[in-house]
């Protein structure tokens, strides 16, 4: 299992999930992609993206943490 940090703060909706889908496209199942967000919209929209694309997330303040499903 391999993890990678992305700084994602002052990225805007929605390029900022952009960048975090790319970057989990590089990652094997199981991985983990560690994003760091600004408050507001991209830390309600982006956690729920990765949801919806069938991710485990987990969210404590304002980073969020990805764990790539197949």
Do not use: F, Y
């Not at 994003?35 to 919806?52: F, K, Q, T």
């Amino acid at each position: 299992m391999s993890s990678q940090t992305l700084d994602l703060t002052g990225v805007t909706c929605p390029l900022n999930w952009v960048k975090a889908k790319l970057a989990l496209e590089g990652l094997a199942p199981g991985d983990e992609l560690t994003l760091m967000l600004d408050s507001g919209e991209p830390i309600d929209s982006v956690p729920r993206s990765a949801r919806e694309d069938g991710h485990d997330v987990t969210v404590s303040g304002t980073t969020v943490t990805i764990v790539k499903r197949a």
